[in-house]
């Protein structure tokens, strides 16, 4: 559907404006914005409700404890089977070139 319409009274359009096209709704990998503009997700999220990587429906790979998306879980945490990154308290961490060497504890710093 051609957006010429919609773009001059976009509050009024009963469509969303991706691109140059008017759609029913955005398509999976997109949000719609207040003004009904559909934007790409964060490159973590498979959908999502806004921009950043914590408005993301589901994650493609991870998520953390607190809801961000992230490509690997963060060091001390490992993924579980639903891809959550959790606290692993016997994984030890490899602090090469920090102060301390290069060896394995369970925090760095």
Known sequence: ???VQCSKVLKDCPFFKLGTD???S???GFYNDS???CHKCHAQCDGCTGPNATDC?????????AGLCVSVCPPSYSPDQNG???FDKDRKVDCSGQMG???R????G
Not at 57 to 65: G, I, L, M, N, V
Not at 105 to 108: F, I, L, T
């Open 1 to 3: 559907v051609p957006c």
């Open 22 to 24: 008017c759609v029913h």
């Open 26 to 28: 955005c398509p999976l």
């Open 35 to 37: 003004v009904g503009i």
């Open 57 to 65: 429906h589901a994650c493609h790979h991870y998520r953390t404890a």
């Open 84 to 86: 959550d990154c959790i």
């Open 101 to 103: 060497g290069s060896k």
């Open 105 to 108: 504890v369970d925090r760095c």
